[in-house]
């Protein structure tokens, strides 16, 4: 965490944490979602769910998106933040808290561009989205790195096991919405037919 920020959370301990305004897609893109977005619909929907999701704004300030990553964690009950000063602003996660892009060397990297390190356990969902466990924890692989990922399943260096999607959170302690957890559901539900 960066000084600056752990100077503001001395110097203002109790500013209300926010939630809904800040996402990660599943190819690691940041997005801002101010309130007209947020009453539009979700961040990403869950399994069922009759409402429209809503990104927001793509963030393309180089600077900003890495004082993000240097200054994001998660919780004791796995909701990732990012802490901007003295404010906990929560993440919305459209998959999991890492998006992971392979190396030509065969190096794993965050989205946030940490090591990884070594491929724990190599995972695989019902709609074919591949995730992978190491050091950092779970994380995504991103769609753009499928072929050197099949190029590894397929010399045996990873083992897919399979997985259902929507057991992931609760098996690898993250939350993918904060703001549905909080009870914070500013978008407006369609009525059932």
């Keep these: 965490m960066d000084d600056i920020v752990k100077a503001a959370l001395a110097k203002w301990p109790n500013v209300p944490h926010c939630h809904g305004w800040l996402g ?3 190819r690691g893109q940041w997005y801002m979602r101010d309130d007209r977005c947020q009453r539009s619909g979700p961040f990403a929907l869950e ?6 999701a809503c990104k927001g704004s793509l963030l393309r300030h180089d600077k900003l998106i890495d004082f993000i990553h240097r200054n994001c964690a998660a919780d004791e009950t796995g909701q990732w933040f990012f802490q901007n000063g003295p404010q906990r602003v929560y993440l919305e996660l459209e998959a999991t808290p890492f998006v992971w892009r392979l190396q030509p060397d065969g190096r794993v990297l965050a989205h946030t561009g940490q090591d990884a390190g070594a491929v724990q356990r190599c995972l695989l969902d019902e709609q074919g989205h591949l995730y992978l466990v190491t050091a950092l924890g779970l994380g995504l692989v991103h769609s753009n790195d499928m072929g050197p990922a099949a ?15 929507a057991d992931l959170p609760g098996a690898w302690g993250f939350v993918r919405s904060p703001q549905r957890q909080a009870g914070q559901r500013p978008w407006i539900e369609p009525s059932p037919a």
């Design 24 to 26: 990660l897609d599943a």
């Design 47 to 52: 399994p069922g769910e009759a409402a429209t």
């Design 151 to 165: 190029d590894a399943v397929e010399r045996g260096d990873w083992v897919p096991e399979d997985v259902l999607a």
